[in-house]
């Protein structure tokens, strides 16, 4: 099992980013998706949530509105679209799902909001 994250840098307020996490090793298509972050001297929060079938959607309230979770099936793809961005969302973005062993998680891509 394999997630890779990419699409991270540094980006100025308001500035948008895509990000991008690969899946490799396991059905992507038959599992729920997350994304997570973890800003500077902070703990884990959760961001966003989407179904297997990219039908059902979940932000936390500190991105609603801002930020838009998708994913491709036929490419095992999942994205994060990051929009308005704050100088607070700076961080380090995880992708992760719950498999039958675990959870797994990709290695993070850096996220820096700053003018």
């Known amino acids: 099992v394999q997630l890779v994250e990419s699409g991270g840098g540094l980006v100025q307020p308001g500035g948008s980013l895509r990000l991008s996490c690969g899946a490799s090793?396991?059905?992507?298509?038959?599992?729920?998706m997350t994304w997570v972050r973890q800003a500077p001297g902070k703990g884990l929060e959760w961001v966003s949530d989407?179904?297997?079938?990219?039908?059902?959607?979940y932000y936390a309230d500190s991105v609603k509105g801002r930020f838009t979770i998708s994913r491709t099936n036929a490419k095992n793809t999942l994205y994060l679209q990051m929009n308005s961005l704050k100088f607070e969302d700076t961080a380090v973005y995880y992708c992760?799902?719950?498999?039958?062993?675990?959870?797994?998680w990709g290695q993070g891509t850096q996220v820096t909001v700053s003018s």
């Open positions: 992760n799902f719950k498999g039958v062993k675990g959870v797994y």
């Open positions: 090793g396991f059905t992507f298509s038959n599992y729920n």
């Open positions: 989407i179904n297997s079938g990219g039908g059902s959607t």
